[in-house]
């Protein structure tokens, strides 16, 4: 038996003589928070691209919960429990925070693809998407539409309908991206809450949020994973400290933080 969720062997992408994600073999635990992080333009966005197969890989394997994935369509991985959020804020900004909710639920009705149903319908969701909202702090704005919330509202909403997919993988891209201190803090906390009892893959530029939540750290340069471990392991890496800083191993600050 092994507790790895996911899994990569040698999975590369190229584009025209570039290669984005060379020979990467990642391994994210079960009930992990693993954080992926790398200088701009390492290729982790592209990797969460092939994960969830929203780009097709020039090579190697992708395996989800012992099984292959490397050829299934993105709604079919999603299906499996792959879920994923994005770097922008996506909400259906005139609907209630509530409808968002109740249109993420619809899955557990049978009616994935059917977007529009009656109140009547949809009123069968509400105790679950309450449930969800209380999760993430927004049931006093439960009636409000949803592009009138704060973007640190709008991430936390991001992750009620995230969790509605009821994932057995949450991949979170830069999820405190473009965020104040406070949002920070607070969505921060929302991740290492929600995170309880599931498995959470993140792309986050923030090493103090890496630090404070994060298990286990992956770090690409140039398409390249060049360490895999704890934080105080990686911070104090000489290919990481160089990769971030072009500091010279043996050279200079000891940190990546």
Do not use: C
Request: aromatic share 6%; glycine share 8%.
């Amino acid at each position: 038996m092994t507790d790895e969720v996911l899994g990569t062997r040698r999975l590369s992408k190229r584009f025209k003589g570039f290669t984005a994600v060379d020979n990467v073999d990642l391994s994210v635990k079960k009930g992990h928070i693993h954080a992926l992080i790398g200088p701009n333009g390492a290729g982790k966005t592209t990797l969460f691209n092939l994960l969830t197969r929203f780009t097709e890989p020039s090579a190697g394997e992708i395996h989800f919960n012992g099984r292959s994935v490397s050829a299934l369509p993105p709604r079919e991985v999603a299906r499996r429990g792959m879920v994923r959020s994005f770097q922008i804020s996506a909400v259906f900004a005139s609907l209630s925070v509530l409808d968002n909710v109740r249109l993420a639920l619809q899955r557990d009705l049978g009616m994935s693809f059917h977007f529009w149903k009656s109140d009547r319908v949809l009123n069968r969701l509400n105790d679950r998407a309450m449930a969800l909202l209380d999760s993430v702090g927004l049931t006093g704005v439960a009636s409000h539409a949803a592009g009138s919330l704060p973007y640190g509202q709008k991430r936390a909403l991001e992750l009620a309908t995230t969790l509605a997919m009821d994932p057995v993988l949450m991949l979170l891209d830069e999820p405190t991206q473009g965020m104040g201190y406070e949002d920070v803090d607070r969505v921060t906390a929302l991740i290492h809450q929600v995170a309880v009892g599931r498995t959470v893959l993140m792309v986050e530029h923030n090493m103090k949020v890496v630090a404070s939540i994060a298990d286990t750290l992956s770090v690409l340069q140039r398409g390249r994973l060049i360490a895999s471990g704890s934080y105080q392991e990686v911070s104090t890496n000489p290919r990481v400290m160089e990769a971030y800083m072009g500091t010279a191993p043996g050279h200079g600050k000891e940190s990546v933080a």
